[in-house]
Nanobody, 115 residues
Framework: QVQLVESGGGLVEAGGSLRLSCAAS????????MDWYRQAPEKQRDLVAT???????SYADSVQGRFTISRGNAKNTVYLQMNSLNSEDTAVYYC?????????WGKGTLVTVSS
């Protein structure tokens, strides 16, 4: 059973930065891609950033140039460096992977940006 644990959320002032971490366990396989999603209150869960095993990255337009996704040296870890945060970035951030057609999600970490 794959388990994902996120950390690093918190309260930050507008213009500030946070770094989220996600560690996956429960498999010896390396995930071909790892994603960060976010869900703001009363909104749908949206894809924020993706990184593949080869290191290719992609971002939602709303975070392009401000957020950076990266994989850690430890197997199946992923980070999300978030800079120039604004109130619209307030959300619960979730780590996501897929394996053999099954989606796995962490419990999420709350990011609150005060204006």
């Amino acid at each position: 059973q794959v388990q994902l644990v996120e950390s690093g959320g918190g309260l930050v002032e507008a213009g500030g930065s946070l770094r989220l971490s996600c560690a996956a366990s429960g498999t010896f396989l390396s995930f071909s891609r790892m994603d960060w999603y976010r869900q703001a209150p009363e909104k749908q869960r949206d894809l924020v950033a993706t990184i593949t095993l080869s290191g290719s990255t992609s971002y939602a337009d709303s975070v392009q140039g401000r957020f950076t996704i990266s994989r850690g040296n430890a197997k199946n870890t992923v980070y999300l460096q978030m800079n120039s945060l604004n109130s619209e970035d307030t959300a619960v951030y979730y780590c996501h992977v897929g394996l053999w057609g099954v989606d796995y999600w962490g419990k999420g970490t709350l990011v609150t940006v005060s204006s």
